[in-house]
């Protein structure tokens, strides 16, 4: 009989255990729900006050899409951190393959995310993401993430 794994999910003081990150670049701001070895989703609430927007662009203030991967993998960083055999080791962003951008991200949005492995050799996995605001696709990728 296979096991049910239930859902975990991780405030930000359990997020700034696990990953490296530090404002202004730590960009996931809660995990709802992870299932170690298969899924993760989580959040970003967009501020105005983030520090890109002075610059990107300050007329017409727009989520940069490097960051929107950027939260995205940092978003399936616990599924393999929470696995027995990785506790306490470094989840590294290895590469982002068909990336496409659908919406875009503005202050005040809430950037939910979700990630799922697709594919594990190893240390190496292979995650699809997706993000959303209001429901509307905004990115989906596939992400290349490795363990150290």
Same mark, same amino acid.
């Given at each position: 009989?296979?096991?049910?794994?239930?859902? @975990? /999910?991780?405030?930000?003081?359990? +997020?700034?255990?696990?990953?490296? %990150?530090? #404002?202004?670049?730590?960009?996931?701001?809660?995990?709802?729900?992870? @299932?170690?070895?298969? #899924? /993760?989703?989580?959040?970003?609430n967009v501020s105005f006050?983030?520090?890109?927007? %002075?610059? %990107?662009?300050?007329?017409?203030? +727009?989520?940069?899409?490097?960051?929107? +991967?950027?939260?995205?993998?940092?978003?399936?960083?616990?599924?393999?951190?929470?696995? $027995?055999? #990785?506790?306490?080791?470094?989840?590294?962003?290895?590469?982002?393959?068909?990336?496409?951008?659908?919406n875009i991200v503005r202050?005040?949005?809430?950037?939910?995310?979700?990630? $799922?492995? +697709?594919?594990?050799?190893?240390?190496?996995?292979?995650?699809?993401?997706? /993000?959303? @605001?209001?429901?509307?696709?905004?990115?989906?990728?596939?992400?290349? @993430?490795?363990?150290?």
């Open positions: 009989m296979d096991s049910i794994i239930a859902p @975990v /999910s991780l405030d930000y003081a359990q +997020i700034l255990e696990m990953l490296p %990150h530090r #404002y202004p670049f730590l960009l996931v701001d809660r995990i709802t729900e992870c @299932v170690p070895g298969q #899924y /993760s989703k989580g959040y970003k006050n983030e520090p890109f927007f %002075h610059g %990107h662009f300050p007329e017409n203030p +727009i989520m940069p899409g490097v960051l929107q +991967i950027e939260a995205l993998a940092q978003t399936s960083a616990p599924i393999l951190m929470l696995m $027995e055999q #990785y506790k306490g080791k470094l989840t590294l962003f290895a590469g982002v393959d068909g990336a496409k951008f659908k202050p005040g949005d809430k950037l939910e995310m979700e990630t $799922e492995i +697709i594919k594990m050799k190893g240390p190496i996995a292979k995650c699809f993401g997706r /993000s959303f @605001v209001d429901g509307k696709l905004c990115l989906e990728a596939t992400l290349t @993430v490795a363990l150290k």
